[in-house]
């Protein structure tokens, strides 16, 4: 499944980035978002970094891949507050 997944600056360039995320460490290209300081959390999407991201937003990106593995995975009972936080607020029940 290709998706953009949240990874964080651990070795910073010009050009490109050693990052580390959920899939371990991998070099990262710079190039369309700039270079970025160590620490920093960016989505990686097939190898280049495409967005500048919050903490936050990081765990929850990675709670929703979590989640998403889960249902992928056949777990039976999912627990949606869990791996999907705040998205109850946001659905209007019709």
Known sequence: MCIGVPVQIVEAGEFSALACGRNGEERVNMMLIGA????????SFLGSAREVIGEEDAVNINKALDGLSAIMNGEG??????YFPGLGETMEVV
Do not use: C, E, L, M
Not at 36 to 43: A, E, K, L, Y
Not at 77 to 82: A, Y
């Open 36 to 43: 970025q300081p160590v620490g920093t959390w960016v989505i």
């Open 77 to 82: 009972q999912i627990d949606v507050d869990h």
